[in-house]
């Protein structure tokens, strides 16, 4: 088992940690949200995370936000110089995303800072693999130097005789979908709420990217018929919650359905030239668990990787947000 944590972030830092909260920066703002697994104190007095935040979320259910459903309520006390929206950017390589943050009535704002492991890993395998080898001429950059990049005006256009199809299930907003698309794949994003689709749609746009395949419906029936249509993808990318409903009520819980979409997504992947990446943010659940599902289905996978998303504080405490499995092959 390996620990990962994203190593190129810029405007996002996890400040600190305790009393079952997290104190983070997103951009210029700073962000008080509950985290059931900082079980320690915090290395900051209270006083201290009062004068730093711009707001903070406060639950008036006891649910755990494991969950990701709608049914999580809450409110956030917000301080005069917090807006509702803001823009954040990440950077890796050639790959440059901008995210559009809000405050949500159940605590998230429309990124997983930790996810970033995954995006890099996506990106790299797609950018590197000479089956997918993509030349890109019309670049959403317009500067080789990192520091100063900015986004064109004009969306940009990949030139590969093969490109990568990609599928995200449970894809939220879509980080893991941007860096598919950035890297040339054909990408297929698929989440139950369409709210959201339209959220991730926003972040298409910002991030200079375009013609991503929005699907709002529930993704083990989408999975299911997929496989009776004989189609197969070159890589699957699944973050599924703990619970969720599906657009027509239908209900997702993670310990009844995670081993059907497991044997599903076996039969949509290609089995050459294909990459899997599995995350889960549920305490229940282990890295062990993972592995020992997709290897049920899939077979042994000599490069197989499993392990934590963490994130350490500013007292180096590390905070666990979720396993992490993913092969290529």
Same mark, same amino acid.
């Given at each position: 088992?390996?620990?990962?944590?994203?190593?190129?972030?810029?405007?996002?830092?996890?400040?600190?940690?305790?009393?079952?909260?997290?104190?983070?920066?997103?951009?210029?703002?700073?962000?008080?949200?509950?985290?059931?697994?900082?079980?320690?104190?915090?290395?900051?007095?209270?006083?201290? #995370?009062?004068?730093?935040?711009?707001?903070?979320?406060?639950?008036?259910?006891?649910?755990?936000?494991?969950?990701?459903?709608?049914?999580?309520?809450?409110?956030?006390?917000?301080?005069?110089?917090?807006?509702? @929206?803001?823009?954040?950017? =990440?950077? =890796?390589?050639?790959?440059?995303?901008?995210?559009?943050?809000?405050?949500?009535?159940?605590?998230?704002?429309?990124?997983?800072?930790?996810?970033?492991?995954? #995006?890099?890993?996506?990106?790299?395998?797609?950018?590197? $693999?000479?089956?997918?080898?993509?030349?890109?001429?019309?670049?959403?950059?317009?500067?080789?130097?990192? $520091?100063?990049?900015?986004?064109?005006?004009?969306?940009?256009?990949?030139?590969?005789?093969?490109?990568?199809?990609?599928?995200?299930?449970?894809? =939220?907003?879509?980080?893991?979908?941007?860096? &598919?698309?950035?890297?040339?794949?054909?990408?297929?994003?698929?989440?139950?709420?369409?709210?959201?689709?339209?959220? &991730?749609?926003?972040?298409?746009?910002?991030?200079?990217?375009?013609?991503?395949?929005?699907?709002?419906?529930?993704?083990?029936?989408?999975?299911? @018929?997929?496989?009776?249509?004989?189609?197969?993808?070159?890589?699957?990318?699944?973050?599924?919650?703990?619970?969720?409903?599906?657009?027509?009520?239908?209900? #997702?819980?993670?310990?009844?359905?995670?081993?059907?979409?497991?044997?599903?997504?076996?039969?949509?992947?290609?089995?050459?030239?294909?990459?899997?990446?599995? $995350?889960?943010?549920?305490?229940?659940? $282990?890295?062990?668990?993972?592995?020992?599902?997709?290897?049920?289905?899939?077979?042994?996978?000599?490069?197989?990787?499993?392990?934590?998303?963490?994130?350490?504080?500013? &007292?180096? @405490?590390?905070?666990?947000?979720?396993?992490?499995?993913?092969?290529?092959?």
């Amino acid at each position: 088992m390996k620990l990962f944590t994203p190593e190129c972030w810029t405007d996002y830092e996890l400040i600190d940690s305790g009393g079952l909260e997290k104190l983070e920066r997103f951009g210029k703002f700073i962000l008080a949200r509950p985290e059931p697994q900082a079980v320690w104190s915090k290395s900051l007095q209270g006083e201290e #995370w009062e004068k730093m935040f711009h707001a903070r979320y406060k639950r008036t259910r006891g649910i755990d936000p494991a969950k990701r459903e709608n049914s999580e309520k809450g409110e956030w006390i917000r301080k005069k110089t917090m807006p509702d @929206r803001w823009k954040i950017g =990440y950077s =890796y390589r050639e790959m440059q995303l901008q995210f559009r943050l809000g405050l949500t009535s159940f605590g998230h704002i429309g990124v997983f800072p930790e996810q970033a492991v995954n #995006w890099n890993y996506i990106y790299d395998f797609l950018s590197q $693999s000479s089956k997918f080898k993509v030349q890109n001429h019309n670049s959403n950059l317009k500067s080789d130097n990192p $520091s100063t990049r900015t986004l064109a005006t004009s969306p940009p256009h990949y030139l590969t005789s093969s490109p990568a199809k990609v599928l995200n299930l449970f894809a =939220y907003t879509g980080g893991a979908s941007l860096a &598919a698309r950035a890297a040339g794949a054909d990408v297929v994003h698929v989440d139950s709420v369409k709210p959201v689709v339209t959220w &991730a749609r926003e972040m298409m746009e910002a991030s200079g990217l375009n013609d991503i395949r929005w699907v709002v419906e529930d993704a083990l029936k989408f999975v299911q @018929r997929e496989v009776k249509r004989g189609n197969r993808y070159d890589g699957i990318i699944l973050d599924p919650p703990a619970y969720g409903r599906g657009p027509e009520g239908e209900k #997702w819980i993670l310990q009844d359905s995670i081993d059907e979409m497991i044997a599903l997504c076996h039969q949509l992947l290609n089995p050459e030239h294909s990459f899997f990446v599995l $995350s889960l943010y549920s305490m229940g659940f $282990s890295s062990l668990i993972s592995e020992s599902l997709v290897r049920s289905h899939f077979g042994e996978l000599p490069e197989i990787e499993t392990g934590e998303l963490y994130f350490a504080d500013r &007292a180096n @405490r590390k905070l666990p947000l979720g396993t992490v499995l993913r092969f290529t092959r």
